[in-house]
């Protein structure tokens, strides 16, 4: 990052950097018209070829169920340190996984922060990865209040 | 929130003093069938009635703008704090304000983090706002690991 630009994208290879390192963020869908985001714990898969993709699990009779096989979905995770805010998104479709499938969420860091029961474990196959690095400007954080 | 349930409701005058506190959630939309989320800065509007919208800046020629008017969109913002997460989602339709209200956004402390320049301000008129409160169940940051 120079120091001309506010924003700078990142490569690919640091998306999936960050989408390793972190494991909570927000999920964009749609069902019937309706446009939905919800917080969601997930872990970076991987498979023998290096594809990778995105697991999280849900519960049954959630909204994202009534996703069809397919539907466009989006997943934003971010995060500031000092002056500077990162955000990744990924944007794919979503996949509900067959129970023999199921234990690849088994050998992944997939834990939910909540302890309700989630049995049902979906994939979102990225079609884009895109993030920016953002020099944020926010005096207001170090002025005083004057008079 | 008691011990028995690890996910709670919140009342809507919660999420209200919530979206308050914060100035930087994420917007999911569609365009063209296209699933977007995006990282947005944002403050509440308030009118004399007392109705409250959401407002924020964007740029010209950004995907948003393309977003018919009345287009549906969620909001999303969410927080951690220990063992606690609240969560909260506003759903509405997004509004691009004429010339004649864009000074609504002057009168509020909406303060983009990043020195891009951004001169459209759209409205997020909301249909429901709903947010829970999450007792986080993470006994893995406090566990060292074994061996």
Known sequence: MNDESPVVELTPEECWELL???EFGRLAFTV???QH???INYAVDRDALGNQTLLFRTAPGAKLLAVEIGAEVAFEIDDFA???AVSVVVRGHARHLGEDEEHRA???PLRPW???P???VVEIVP???TGRRFRLDRPWLTMRPSG
Do not use: N, Q, R
């Open 37 to 39: 985001i919800t917080p």
């Open 32 to 34: 019937v018209d309706e």
């Open 118 to 120: 989630k049995y049902d």
């Open 20 to 22: 390793g390192e972190h």
């Open 82 to 84: 000092g002056e500077t």
């Open 114 to 116: 909540v302890g309700t």
């Open 106 to 108: 088994e050998t992944l």
């Open 127 to 129: 079609a884009e990865v």
